[in-house]
């Protein structure tokens, strides 16, 4: 059986006549009738009654056009859903670096879903490396990373870099920038930074072995910004945060940037997309425009 015998079956029960349903399909009555003489053969049961005006359904022809007519509607539905018209719907995977998950889960989360609202969006968060894997695999939809090179992403994936800041270190309000100019006398304090993988403690560490002042002392190992701050502004430690975000918070904590010469990062950001997204590309296109406007250039 095809879908248009299913659809013809269903036009003649519907207006009660081969006659009728010719007319509304555009089709010779021996058309209409073949179509649904074959329907009847390829499912071995007699549908409709011809003794009868109007043609009447048999008992299976009830069955047959309750299912029939499930079927055409989700052929209908399976068609408008990929009509290249139709409004994105389903779950579209973002993958956001540790430092960048709030900036994700902001301003392009409250945008798609006054934009899309058939569109549900899940955010993996993880390291660079990992999220680029997943995008490869087809697990992850696009991906927003930072990377501290000059480089772009080692993936042959459409990406562009929507700006590059300078990463600085924070503290506590109330401790004297005077007293505090060097790396090596912030590692007498410590830091408050992420685990292992996190490019800014990378850079952090490689510049302290530089200054031989041996590895970083680490008073607060947390992927939490919050917890992060919290800790910086009572002065239990010093962090690093990209200059936007910085910004952001700078007034409402007790906090402030301190300059150090010879350690002055700066990291760029990656909108990383897979190929042939089909209808995602769109609201993927207003993500990458909404996190453009909040990242630093």
Same mark, same amino acid.
């Given at each position: 059986?095809?879908?248009?015998?299913?659809?013809?079956?269903?036009?003649?029960?519907?207006?009660?006549?081969?006659? #009728?349903?010719?007319?509304? /399909?555009?089709?010779? $009555? +021996?058309?209409?009738?073949?179509?649904?003489?074959?329907?009847?053969?390829?499912?071995? !049961?007699?549908?409709?009654?011809?003794?009868?005006?109007?043609?009447?359904?048999?008992?299976?022809?009830?069955?047959?056009?309750?299912?029939?007519?499930?079927?055409?509607?989700?052929?209908?539905? %399976?068609?408008?859903?990929?009509?290249?018209?139709?409004?994105? @719907? #389903?779950?579209?995977?973002?993958?956001?670096?540790?430092? /960048?998950?709030?900036?994700?889960?902001?301003?392009?989360?409250?945008?798609?879903? @006054?934009? %899309?609202?058939?569109?549900?969006?899940?955010?993996?968060?993880?390291?660079?490396?990992?999220?680029?894997? =997943?995008?490869?695999?087809?697990?992850?939809?696009?991906?927003?990373?930072?990377?501290?090179?000059?480089?772009?992403?080692?993936?042959?994936?459409?990406?562009?870099?929507?700006?590059?800041? $300078?990463?600085?270190?924070?503290? !506590?309000?109330?401790? +004297?920038?005077?007293?505090?100019?060097?790396?090596?006398?912030?590692?007498?304090? #410590?830091?408050?930074? $992420?685990?292992? #993988?996190?490019?800014? =403690?990378?850079?952090?560490?490689?510049?302290?072995?530089?200054?031989?002042?041996?590895?970083?002392?680490?008073?607060?190992?947390?992927?939490?910004?919050?917890?992060?701050?919290?800790?910086?502004?009572?002065?239990?430690?010093?962090?690093?945060?990209?200059?936007? $975000? /910085?910004?952001?918070?700078?007034?409402?904590?007790?906090?402030?940037? %301190?300059?150090?010469?010879? %350690?002055?990062? !700066?990291? @760029?950001?990656?909108?990383?997309?897979?190929?042939?997204?089909? =209808?995602?590309?769109?609201?993927?296109?207003?993500?990458?425009?909404? /996190?453009?406007?909040?990242?630093?250039?």
């Amino acid at each position: 059986m095809n879908l248009n015998e299913i659809r013809t079956f269903v036009t003649v029960a519907r207006v009660g006549s081969i006659q #009728g349903a010719a007319r509304q /399909l555009h089709m010779t $009555q +021996s058309a209409v009738s073949r179509l649904v003489q074959r329907l009847e053969l390829d499912l071995g !049961a007699t549908l409709f009654d011809r003794q009868t005006k109007p043609l009447i359904l048999t008992h299976d022809g009830r069955v047959a056009l309750e299912h029939g007519q499930r079927v055409l509607h989700a052929t209908e539905a %399976f068609s408008e859903a990929l009509s290249p018209a139709a409004a994105p @719907s #389903g779950v579209l995977r973002i993958g956001a670096a540790h430092v /960048l998950a709030e900036l994700v889960a902001e301003r392009p989360l409250d945008l798609l879903r @006054s934009t %899309f609202p058939d569109l549900t969006l899940q955010i993996s968060i993880d390291w660079a490396g990992a999220l680029i894997e =997943r995008l490869h695999s087809g697990a992850l939809d696009a991906a927003v990373i930072s990377l501290l090179t000059e480089g772009k992403p080692r993936s042959e994936l459409p990406a562009r870099r929507l700006g590059k800041e $300078q990463v600085r270190i924070m503290g !506590a309000a109330n401790l +004297s920038p005077a007293r505090w100019r060097s790396l090596r006398a912030m590692n007498e304090i #410590g830091w408050v930074i $992420q685990p292992e #993988g996190c490019g800014y =403690r990378t850079a952090l560490t490689q510049a302290l072995e530089r200054e031989g002042a041996g590895p970083p002392k680490v008073i607060v190992e947390a992927f939490s910004k919050d917890l992060q701050l919290s800790v910086v502004a009572r002065g239990a430690g010093f962090g690093l945060l990209p200059v936007s $975000q /910085l910004n952001a918070v700078a007034g409402k904590r007790k906090i402030k940037t %301190f300059h150090v010469p010879d %350690f002055q990062p !700066a990291v @760029s950001t990656w909108f990383i997309r897979r190929l042939q997204l089909g =209808r995602l590309s769109r609201p993927l296109d207003d993500i990458e425009q909404a /996190l453009s406007l909040v990242i630093a250039k």
